[in-house]
């Protein structure tokens, strides 16, 4: 989840059956978000994320 009001990207991973996930972590705007996959990762750069000033 991408939240500009906040200017965090809240980030869920290791889903369970139940449809929780077992662990959630939040990156602030400004650091890369590295999203792991198998055998490679991909990056994404936050700092150009919009604010929202309200």
């Known amino acids: 989840m991408i939240d500009p009001r ?10 369970q059956r139940s449809g929780v996930y077992r662990e ?6 400004g650091e890369d978000l590295t999203v792991p996959l198998e055998g490679r990762a991909v990056v994404i750069r936050t700092d150009g994320f919009p604010r929202d000033p309200a």
Do not use: I, L, W
């Open 24 to 29: 959630t972590g939040r990156v602030p705007f």
């Open 6 to 15: 906040e200017g965090v990207c809240t980030v869920h991973s290791a889903p």
